[in-house]
T-cell receptor, first 113, second 113 residues
Framework: SQTIHQWPATLVQPVGSPLSLECTVE??????LYWYRQAAGRGLQLLFY??????ISSEVPQNLSASRPQDRQFILSSKKLLLSDSGFYLC????????????FGEGSWLTVV | DQQVKQNSPSLSVQEGRISILNCDYT??????FLWYKKYPAEGPTFLIS?????DKNEDGRFTVFLNKSAKHLSLHIVPSQPGDSAVYFC????????????FGKGITLSVRP
């Protein structure tokens, strides 16, 4: 069966510090991968998605970047965090045969102080 | 421009009664709709979906209804249980391998014992 795991689960970082959130998927090949952010009152906002290694599409301009160095690994990064980057970040995947259903990881709470 | 709208931020129902969660969309190209359930500090979990070729899909206590002419869908939970208390997100997508989900802002359901 397929599993998705992201880490760390919680993170408290000072303004201006770098960020790296990692996500890995097991049990599937060539998945579509996504990074979402849940902010209060704004639902789930798609930040990045990837259809293959090295292929990243950005949905919104922001202080963050994403990379996909391996087929089942997706990384969310920032060189210098802003207070507004605080939120709940979710990695998700979709298999080629999963239709339109995507499956989420456990989420990572980021607090920028 | 919000393409998927969940206009009611919260809903409170008595245990054993029916919960009806509503969702509206504006993009007529959407042809696949999903509901996700989310507990605090956890990733959303897939609940139920419906294709635009259907007007109803049922899975146990959960039924989703789709009214394409009104661009409206609803999730019915019968009977409601306290464990159903969570945030429910409506999502919509175009069918396709690289399709992305567009989420509503979510609705918080509270089921009173």
């Amino acid at each position: 069966s397929q599993t998705i795991h992201q880490w760390p689960a919680t993170l408290v970082q000072p303004v201006g510090s770098p960020l790296s959130l990692e996500c890995t998927v097991e049990g599937t090949s060539n998945p579509n991968l996504y990074w979402y952010r849940q902010a209060a009152g704004r639902g789930l906002q798609l930040l990045f998605y990837s259809v293959g290694i090295g292929q990243i599409s950005s949905e919104v301009p922001q202080n963050l970047s994403a990379s996909r160095p391996q087929d089942r690994q997706f990384i969310l990064s920032s060189k210098k965090l802003l207070l507004s980057d605080s939120g709940f970040y979710l990695c998700a995947w979709k298999g080629l045969r999963a239709g339109n259903t995507i499956y989420f990881g456990e989420g990572s709470w980021l607090t920028v102080v | 421009d919000q393409q998927v709208k969940q206009n009611s931020p919260s809903l409170s129902v008595q245990e054993g009664r029916i919960s009806i969660l509503n969702c509206d969309y504006t993009n007529s190209m959407f042809d696949y709709f999903l509901w996700y359930k989310k507990y605090p500090a956890e990733g959303p979990t897939f609940l139920i979906s419906i294709s635009s070729i259907k007007d109803k899909n049922e899975d146990g206590r959960f039924t989703v209804f789709l009214n394409k002419s009104a661009k409206h869908l609803s999730l019915h939970i019968v009977p409601s249980q306290p464990g159903d208390s969570a945030v429910y997100f409506c999502a919509a997508a175009y069918t396709g391998a690289n399709s992305k989900l567009t989420f509503g802002k979510g609705i918080t359901l509270s089921v009173r014992p």
